[in-house]
Nanobody
Framework: QVQLVESGGGLVQAGDSLRLSCAAS????????MGWFRQAPGKEREFVAA????????YADSSVKGRFTISRDNAKNTVYLHLNSLKPEDTAVYYC?????????????????WGQGTQVTVSS
């Protein structure tokens, strides 16, 4: 079955950087779009970024564009989220997701599977 295991979160200060990883299994990773979502306390889960199967095309929410970058390594079945210039409002649990369709519009669709998430806490 589909398994998504996120890692790399932690407690950092504003302005710091982190790299989140998501190890995927149970599906043909290199054929799927992948994405990252986040959920802050008391808020709904929201789209952060997505990447197409080849890694050539990426999309990001306006709130993180220019600060966060999504990438993937199909040989390792892993998708990454590089978080730079972190702000306290980036504090959330970060989840990765898979989608057999295109990366475009992934933020508007509800993924079928979620991992356990990884906590990112940014102090001011």
């Amino acid at each position: 079955q589909v398994q998504l295991v996120e890692s790399g979160g932690g407690l950092v200060q504003a302005g710091d950087s982190l790299r989140l990883s998501c190890a995927a299994s149970g599906f043909t990773f290199s054929s799927y779009a992948m994405g990252w979502f986040r959920q802050a306390p008391g808020k709904e889960r929201e789209f952060v970024a997505a990447i197409n199967w080849s890694g050539v095309t990426t999309y990001a929410d306006s709130s993180v564009k220019g600060r966060f970058t999504i990438s993937r390594d199909n040989a390792k079945n892993t998708v990454y989220l590089h978080l730079n210039s972190l702000k306290p409002e980036d504090t959330a649990v970060y989840y990765c997701a898979e989608d057999p369709r295109t990366a475009q519009g992934m933020g508007a669709r509800k993924p079928d599977y979620w991992g356990q998430g990884t906590q990112v806490t940014v102090s001011s």
